[in-house]
């Protein structure tokens, strides 16, 4: 991690995101680099992956793992999603699950994809989580931190609070973690590193 990266809390990071967007950006344009700059490094860290499993929430955080999803399977992966909230709600991550080619495997979470994949990326709350973690979560996030796969975040582990730093109970245990555009309050704090493992702040051009 770079010890000398910006921290921004929700409020900030939100307001950097509409600041570009009012100089000429897109909402849609900072979740393609998003996307686009994880993917990217990812491909680099796991050349020797080939079956990638994407955990996607309902919102953005769920449309910037979609855009790794496509970006993934065109680079020649093997694909799986899974939309761990029942569907999508934000028009962006709509329009990339749309957008996914043919070669992506869209279903439920089973055993078998907790067995059968390489790496796997968290793709469900980011910084929007506040609260405590669904059953349902508890269960496959539980059961993925004793699988030897390469466990990646995107922003930080879903069910930690991005500026409080309150860890749920069985919170995705990651080891890498990009944050977008800057560190998050929580990602300074011991307890949340050892959630996240290598933490890499990406840049997203703002």
Same mark, same amino acid.
């Given at each position: 991690m770079n010890q000398s990266a910006t921290v921004l809390t929700i409020n900030q990071t939100h307001a950097?995101?509409?600041?570009?967007?009012?100089?000429? *950006?897109?909402?849609?344009?900072?979740m393609e680099t998003?996307?686009?700059?994880?993917a990217q490094d990812l491909l680099k860290r796991s050349v020797n992956s080939q079956r990638y499993w994407i955990l996607c929430g309902k919102g953005n955080n769920g449309g910037d793992g979609l855009v790794m999803a496509r970006l993934l399977a065109q680079a020649g992966?093997?694909?799986?999603?899974?939309?761990?909230?029942?569907?999508? *709600?934000?028009?962006?991550?709509?329009?990339?699950?749309?957008?996914?080619?043919d070669n992506v495997v869209v279903q439920a979470p089973?055993?078998?994809?907790?067995?059968?994949?390489? =790496?796997?990326?968290d793709a469900v709350f980011g910084i929007s989580f506040d609260g405590e973690l669904?059953?349902?979560?508890?269960?496959?996030?539980?059961?993925l931190a004793s699988r030897p796969c390469l466990r990646v975040a995107l922003d930080i582990p879903s069910g930690i609070h991005a500026d409080n730093g309150h860890i749920a109970a069985h919170s995705f245990q990651a080891n890498v973690c990009y944050a977008f555009h800057s560190l998050k309050p929580a990602h300074v704090m011991p307890d949340v590193q050892a959630? =996240?493992?290598?933490?890499?702040v990406l840049d997203l051009g703002m």
């Open positions: 950097a995101e509409q600041a570009a967007v009012d100089a000429g *950006s897109s909402f849609w344009q900072l998003a996307g686009t700059a994880a992966k093997h694909v799986t999603v899974s939309l761990m909230q029942g569907g999508v *709600s934000s028009d962006l991550a709509s329009q990339n699950l749309a957008a996914l080619p089973t055993v078998a994809l907790l067995l059968n994949h390489d =790496c796997v990326v669904s059953a349902d979560l508890q269960t496959v996030f539980h059961a959630h =996240c493992g290598d933490i890499k």
